[in-house]
């Protein structure tokens, strides 16, 4: 009879865990740049290529960006998530936490969660820039300091 308990137990514990598993991991794959979903605006080109979650990670983006010159794809923002930025090509200015830096072919920049940031293209070219973000799984999203200074 215990045995027969036990089995009921872990099988309805499985279940359980079956019922709120994540969506799948991300398989290991190559995605071509004509695969990419383009998304245009006015002075860019955004091509996102993954996006699903990872073994380690949610809410994950990878594209790759081209601006015109003169242009911005949307002003210096901030979000919960880490995100790192490489320019491949071109160059521009870095805004991180409401200073300005210059930024060339090959610089980088990371953007700890909830830190203004941004770029530009100031060039006489279209600046190219790789861009990966993420948050990790089972690490708690850091609360937004402007929420947390509010009494």
């Keep these: 009879m215990f045995k027969l308990k036990l089995g009921l137990v872990a099988g309805l514990v499985l279940t359980c865990l079956s019922i709120g598993a994540a969506e799948p991991d991300q398989p290991s794959q ?11 605006g006015d002075g860019y080109v955004f091509y996102s290529y993954f996006a699903k979650p990872t073994f380690g990670t949610q809410d994950a983006l990878t594209g ?4 015109e010159p003169g242009k911005e794809i949307h ?9 790192y930025l490489m320019v491949v090509e071109g160059e521009g200015v870095w805004s991180l936490k409401d200073k300005e830096i210059a930024a060339k072919t090959g610089d980088i920049l990371y953007a700890a969660p ?3 940031h941004g770029i530009r293209n100031t060039g006489k070219v279209p600046l190219k820039f790789v861009v990966m973000k993420w948050h990790s799984k089972g690490v708690p999203v850091p609360v937004d300091p402007a929420v947390k200074a509010k009494p």
Excluded: C, F, N, R
């Design 114 to 116: 909830w830190d203004s």
């Design 75 to 83: 002003p210096p923002h901030i979000h919960a998530e880490e995100e």
């Design 30 to 40: 190559v995605i071509q740049q004509s695969e990419a979903k383009a998304e245009k």
């Design 64 to 67: 790759v960006a081209v601006i």
